[in-house]
């Protein structure tokens, strides 16, 4: 599996972003998609996930309510969309894939990670 974020940037607080993840290699109706960030000093942590073939989907508390993380199969790309962004959202932000035949929001066993893309917001 294959991965490739997209759409960090520099944005004020209270503005959005949405970030892409490509996914290739491979039908992706077993998989979870999530993301997850690492802020400077700071251990990553899980943002959020989606179920491919169901579209069930999991959130930090941290980030609920503001982030919507959506997948649009016929692209195979996973989205994220992030509103009413805080300062404390500054951080690398990864996309990552999971493999499974059963899920029920679990932040661990993602085993395919892409390259992070860089979100700050300034307050």
């Known amino acids: 599996v294959q991965l490739q974020a997209s759409g960090g940037g520099l944005v004020q607080a209270g503005g959005s972003l949405r970030l892409s993840c490509a996914a290739s290699?491979?039908?992706?109706?077993?998989?979870?998609m999530g993301w997850f960030r690492q802020a400077p000093g700071k251990e990553r942590e899980f943002v959020a996930s989606i179920v491919w073939s169901g579209g069930n989907t999991y959130y930090a508390d941290s980030v609920k309510d503001r982030f919507t993380i959506s997948r649009d199969s016929a692209e195979n790309t996973v989205y994220l969309q992030m509103d009413n962004l805080k300062p404390e959202d500054t951080a690398v932000y990864y996309c990552?894939?999971?493999?499974?035949?059963?899920?029920?929001?679990?932040?661990?066993?993602?085993?395919?990670w892409g390259q992070g893309t860089q979100v700050t917001v300034s307050s």
């Open positions: 290699g491979r039908s992706f109706s077993s998989y979870v």
């Open positions: 990552a894939a999971l493999r499974t035949s059963y899920y029920s929001g679990s932040p661990h066993g993602f085993g395919s």
